[in-house]
């Protein structure tokens, strides 16, 4: 431990912290402050991504990263590319072109339209951030505000439809046939019957 320090910054234009809030999960819109190469423990290559300039949340960056894309990339991987250039402002006609060439200048102070849910560090959950379309972005966005009783609010936020059990039939039960007959009482013979009943 050293008291007797000096040292030299620069702190012209820059914004003091402190000043915004936390950011809950939800849909932003940032940018791109910082992009850079670093390697994944299984050896691979990824992208870093630095988003930050949330409006309304000073200083807040969030940091997410994607995998770069080798000879074994699953097809997913390619859809999570398309869709991060997609937010950052690209339109379809500068993605479509074979071999693209990307750099730091690519991504770099480009708009960022994201959905971020925070983790929980105690239990080991990382913060998730997921780049959208700009469409996808707006919609979506859209679709979370809207109250449960407006169409667009009422299908995302309905409860899944309770199954319901199909009938269990029961084979009706048939009764006796009627018939004007007093039954037979036991030890009687057929004529005593019929002269009680007064059929002689």
């Avoid at 009706?172 to 030890?187: F, K």
Wanted: hydrophobic residues 40%; aromatic residues 8%.
């Amino acid at each position: 431990m050293d008291p007797n320090f000096n040292l030299s910054l620069n702190l012209a234009g820059v914004q003091a912290s402190g000043g915004g809030k936390s950011l809950i999960e939800g849909y932003y819109k940032g940018s791109i402050v910082d992009a850079y190469e670093a390697q994944n423990s299984n050896g691979g290559t990824r992208i870093v991504f630095k988003i930050g300039n949330f409006e309304g949340y000073g200083n807040a960056v969030r940091t997410t990263s994607i995998t770069v894309p080798n000879a074994n990339t699953k097809a997913g991987l390619l859809n999570v590319w398309r869709a991060a250039l997609e937010s950052m402002g690209y339109e379809p006609a500068q993605l479509d072109v074979p071999g693209l060439q990307l750099n730091r200048d690519t991504f770099v102070n480009r708009p960022a339209h994201i959905f971020y849910k925070p983790g929980d560090r105690d239990a080991g959950i990382y913060d998730e951030v997921k780049f959208l379309s700009a469409t996808a972005w707006t919609s979506q966005k859209a679709a979370s505000a809207a109250p449960s009783t407006s169409a667009i609010g009422a299908a995302h936020s309905a409860p899944a439809a309770t199954p319901i059990a199909a009938p269990t039939l029961v084979a009706p039960t048939l009764a006796a046939p009627q018939t004007n007959h007093a039954p037979a009482v036991a030890g009687q013979t057929p004529d005593a019957l019929r002269s009680m009943l007064g059929m002689n």
